[in-house]
């Protein structure tokens, strides 16, 4: 016969496990708020110095080495171009968010791209790397010096858990590595790596250092600097001072992140570049904003962010309480012309005059730099 546990021991397991359980909670709540945190920081990082550092690049001394470069951390070190794909990215030395948010990454843990071995750069998902899983073997990227380029080959992809051990491609390499799926807008736990290998090694000419002029064979520089300054202005919402004081960000607002999508006609080397990021980021403050409003029957806030759209009877007093769909984004652009985006979700309100479960579908135009509401359709799901 099996002995009956004593109340007191039971009581002991009991606790046991709760302590378990709410430590395991803890870090789930941390690691999420932390991955907002990055992301916040991602999209919202200040990107128009890039432009001077590029700048910077061409005018260092032609006479240089590889091997007499040492970046520093945050320190803009070359260019990565890959043709195929219209990326003419600035890369800087390490990978953390201030980084990752308005350049392509070089983990310090690895060789420069040229050294004996294999190079490894990173970049956030939906920004330069978006569209590397569209490379195919034989497709060229350049990595460009302030002396010399080197020229790699592209050999393979491959889709790996995130913390595998870096792939250790024979000869002098390059392995280019973000999120996988690349238009995740939440954490994945799968990377995905693109390998190639050095096929030559061709000098930089000499040529003025005149702060924007082009090296001769230096491929689109001054383009790339001319449109990172363009691409890099920053998005807004026409927000109330007293609005923005409640926190319209990832950071003070529940809501899980789907994927970005691109639609219309935008330029490739635009879509991969941190501006749709930038855009996104407006998007969600007005999307936030708006959700603020109607819970606290702010008419005149909602006019500032929506003009001419009438208040959904069903956010009005209402709380979102439950995500029943990711939130997804699409961005509508004409070449480098972002022209509006698309929210979708489906949500759970409390309070209101109609709680229940309903999916949302915001519009929000792009007039220049500002970001305005047009349209807020909530249906019952």
């Known amino acids: 016969n099996r002995r009956q546990q004593p109340a007191g021991q039971r009581a002991a397991v009991i606790r046991g496990i709760r302590v378990v359980l709410g430590v395991a909670l803890l870090w789930g709540v941390l690691g999420a708020i932390g991955y907002r945190l990055g992301w916040e920081s991602h999209a919202g990082h200040g990107r128009s110095s890039l432009v001077g550092s590029a700048r910077a690049i061409l005018a260092r001394d032609r006479s240089c080495s590889e091997s007499q470069l040492a970046p520093s951390t945050g320190q803009l070190a070359g260019l990565l171009v890959i043709p195929a794909l219209g990326i003419d990215a600035p890369v800087e030395q390490g990978t953390s968010n201030a980084v990752l948010a308005v350049a392509v990454g070089h983990f310090e843990a690895t060789p420069w791209p040229g050294a004996s071995g294999t190079s490894a750069l990173l970049a956030h998902d939906v920004s330069y790397f978006t569209n590397i899983d569209k490379l195919v073997p034989g497709d060229t990227i350049r990595f460009e010096w302030p002396c010399v380029t080197d020229v790699f080959q592209v050999s393979r992809h491959a889709v790996v858990k995130a913390g595998s051990p870096l792939p250790q491609v024979p000869g002098t390499s390059l392995v280019l590595d973000t999120c996988w799926p690349t238009n995740a807008l939440w954490y994945t736990p799968d990377r995905y790596l693109v390998e190639a290998t050095e096929t030559s090694i061709a000098p930089r000419s000499a040529t ?174």
Do not use: C
């Open 208 to 381: 003025s250092s005149t702060p924007g002029a082009a090296p001769s064979g230096s491929g689109s520089l001054p383009g790339q600097a001319a449109e990172v300054g363009q691409w890099a202005t920053s998005f807004t919402t026409p927000a109330p001072p007293a609005l923005v004081a409640q926190g319209l960000g990832l950071t003070t607002n529940e809501a899980p992140m789907g994927t970005m999508a691109m639609a219309g006609s935008p330029s490739m080397a635009w879509e991969q570049s941190p501006a749709p990021l930038a855009i996104e980021k407006a998007a969600l403050e007005a999307y936030f904003g708006g959700l603020h409003s109607a819970r606290q029957g702010e008419a005149a806030w909602w006019s500032a962010l929506a003009p001419g759209v009438a208040m959904p009877a069903p956010l009005q007093g209402a709380m979102v309480t439950s995500h029943y769909a990711p939130l997804n984004v699409t961005i509508t652009a004409q070449g480098a012309t972002p022209q509006a985006v698309q929210l979708d979700t489906v949500v759970g309100l409390s309070g209101g005059s109609a709680p229940g479960r309903y999916a949302e579908q915001v519009t929000e135009a792009v007039h220049g730099s500002t970001l305005v509401i047009t349209s807020w359709e909530v249906h019952h799901a």
